[in-house]
């Protein structure tokens, strides 16, 4: 597709003889809102102009944060801003699972799972290809409309096959994994921490867990699951 910074030709539908996806212009993937206030902003104008999914590949690495828009004017992140960008390019699969592949930067393996949990079509292909990186604990920052957050790539990803809504996009409808397990389009996943969490239940003797988030003094106690929380400080939320 012939790369427009305003992607005004693009979402022209008259005479739009590109790529589809989910039977549809892939722009229309995210709300009219989201994408005029994309096209409008300062980062869509003077980063994605002319990029290509090598040039993106620069942008992409430089990310430090992902997330919606953010802000009273709902201002749209970089993060965003690169994925209606991926929609308007359309890069093959292969380009794709690189970004995934790769281990060096964790916003741009963010940025390739929000990709194809929006683009990629077949629900079996969409659990396959992101469940792997369920193993992934590396801290992520997130921009949320009012201030910011700490989570996680494994978070992330599970966000994006459980969750119908992620960072300010109606994500495509996918069937449940049991669905298709029972359909035999997926094998049955085992947990990872599937022993150990068996192991912790007979350690317990019944005793339930639940992670909780209580405020210590200046710093926040984050909990993940049954484990005791982690201490997170306002200087570690500000860092990458």
Same mark, same amino acid.
């Given at each position: 597709?012939?790369?427009?910074?305003?992607?005004?030709?693009?979402?022209?539908?008259?005479?739009?003889?590109?790529?589809?996806?989910?039977?549809?212009?892939?722009?229309?993937?995210?709300?009219?809102?989201?994408?005029?206030?994309?096209?409008?902003?300062?980062?869509?104008?003077?980063?994605?102009?002319?990029?290509?999914?090598?040039?993106?590949?620069?942008?992409?690495?430089?990310?430090?944060?992902?997330?919606?828009?953010?802000?009273?004017?709902?201002?749209?992140?970089?993060?965003?801003?690169?994925?209606?960008?991926?929609?308007?390019?359309?890069?093959?699969?292969?380009?794709?699972?690189?970004?995934?592949?790769?281990?060096?930067?964790?916003?741009?393996?963010?940025?390739?799972?929000?990709?194809?949990?929006?683009?990629?079509?077949?629900?079996?292909?969409?659990?396959?290809?992101?469940?792997?990186?369920?193993?992934?604990?590396?801290?992520?920052?997130?921009?949320?409309?009012?201030?910011?957050?700490?989570?996680?790539?494994?978070?992330?990803?599970?966000?994006?096959?459980?969750?119908?809504?992620?960072?300010?996009?109606?994500?495509?409808?996918?069937?449940?994994? +049991?669905?298709? &397990?029972? $359909? =035999?389009?997926? #094998? @049955?996943?085992? *947990? %990872?921490?599937?022993?150990?969490?068996?192991?912790? /239940?007979?350690?317990? +003797?019944?005793? &339930?867990? $639940? =992670?909780?988030? #209580? @405020?210590?003094? *200046? %710093?926040?106690?984050?909990?993940?699951?049954?484990? /005791?929380?982690?201490?997170?400080?306002? &200087?570690?939320?500000?860092?990458?």
């Amino acid at each position: 597709m012939v790369h427009h910074a305003d992607a005004k030709k693009a979402l022209d539908e008259r005479g739009y003889t590109g790529t589809l996806l989910h039977g549809d212009n892939p722009l229309k993937l995210f709300e009219k809102a989201v994408r005029d206030r994309i096209v409008d902003s300062y980062y869509w104008k003077e980063q994605c102009f002319g990029l290509n999914a090598a040039t993106l590949l620069d942008r992409a690495t430089d990310l430090s944060f992902i997330g919606g828009t953010y802000g009273v004017a709902q201002k749209p992140t970089p993060f965003l801003c690169l994925a209606f960008k991926l929609l308007q390019l359309t890069p093959s699969k292969d380009i794709i699972l690189f970004y995934l592949h790769q281990e060096e930067f964790k916003y741009l393996r963010a940025l390739a799972a929000f990709y194809v949990r929006l683009a990629w079509e077949k629900d079996e292909e969409v659990y396959k290809t992101l469940e792997p990186y369920l193993a992934d604990r590396r801290k992520l920052r997130r921009r949320v409309r009012e201030g910011w957050a700490l989570t996680y790539v494994d978070d992330f990803v599970d966000d994006l096959l459980v969750k119908g809504r992620v960072c300010a996009t109606t994500l495509p409808k996918v069937n449940p994994r +049991g669905f298709l &397990e029972d $359909e =035999g389009k997926l #094998e @049955e996943r085992v *947990s %990872a921490l599937g022993e150990e969490l068996e192991e912790m /239940d007979e350690d317990s +003797g019944g005793d &339930e867990s $639940e =992670g909780e988030v #209580e @405020e210590v003094g *200046s %710093a926040m106690v984050v909990g993940r699951g049954g484990g /005791d929380g982690e201490v997170v400080s306002d &200087e570690e939320m500000s860092g990458d």
